[in-house]
């Protein structure tokens, strides 16, 4: 089946400074891709959805310049936190979709940033 | 625009035996997909299953099966001899179609299995 992997698994940054986190598909190449945040206990809430070689578009109410996305490759997309603050604490969860007939996303397992 | 209603926020069910999760929708599109997601502990988004809107048919996944009520817009997941590894979150979830590029989740239930 289709693979996804997303790195870091976790990550733990000072306030003020930034992380990037990076989603691959492993054995597919994704024409878009997406980026999810998630709540303990809640459902996904999409942020953006980024095709290669073009700009992303986020969501209403997800900031551009905060949530930077850049889709640079058909198997990589990178989601960079800027001067992350305690409130970008979350799980992010990164998706990716080829060419199935279902219109079907194969998710990432997921990051967990933790803004001190 | 699809909207996707799960309204029970939690269930519990005992091990070996049947639970059912629920799930109503709606859209104008007649030809569609429908997916449930699977959420467990470790976070990783799983595919259960996947029904076809133009097969009368319910789908089957081993122990899992659903309940497709086209004109009613209902979507039901049974799980059937439940095991304690179906402890999880599990999203009722709706795919693009048309000039709709999203995924449409469900707010999710928390589906626990007692020993």
């Known amino acids: 089946g289709a693979v996804v992997s997303q790195h870091p698994s976790w990550v733990i940054c000072k306030s003020g400074t930034s992380v990037k986190i990076e989603c691959r598909s492993l054995?597919?190449?994704?024409?878009?891709m997406f980026w999810y945040r998630q709540f303990p206990k809640q459902s996904l809430m999409l942020m953006a959805t980024?095709?290669?070689?073009?700009?992303?578009?986020?969501e209403q109410g997800v900031e551009k310049d905060k949530f930077l996305i850049n889709h640079a490759s058909l198997t990589l997309s990178t989601l960079t936190v800027t001067s992350a603050h305690p409130e970008d604490s979350s799980f992010y969860i990164c998706?990716?979709?080829?060419?199935?007939?279902?219109?079907?996303?194969?998710f990432g397992p997921g990051t967990r940033l933790t803004v001190l | 625009a699809q909207t996707v209603t799960q309204s029970q926020p939690e269930m519990s069910v005992q091990e070996a035996e049947t639970v059912t999760l629920s799930c109503t929708y709606d859209?104008?599109?007649?030809?569609?997909?429908l997916f449930w997601y699977k959420q467990p502990p470790s976070r990783q988004m799983i595919l259960v299953i996947r029904?076809?809107?133009?097969?009368?048919q319910n789908a089957t996944e081993n122990r899992f099966s659903v309940n497709f009520q086209k004109a009613a817009k209902s979507f039901s997941l049974k799980i059937s001899d439940s095991q304690l590894g179906d402890t999880a979150m599990y999203f009722c979830?709706?795919?693009?179609?048309?000039?709709?590029?999203?995924?449409?989740f469900g707010k999710g239930i928390t589906l626990s299995v007692r020993p």
């Open positions: 998706s990716a979709r080829g060419t199935s007939t279902y219109n079907e996303q194969f």
């Open positions: 029904q076809e809107a133009y097969k009368q």
């Open positions: 980024s095709n290669e070689g073009s700009k992303a578009t986020y």
């Open positions: 859209t104008s599109e007649s030809n569609y997909y």
């Open positions: 979830a709706f795919p693009p179609t048309g000039a709709n590029s999203k995924l449409t």
């Open positions: 054995d597919f190449q994704a024409t878009t």
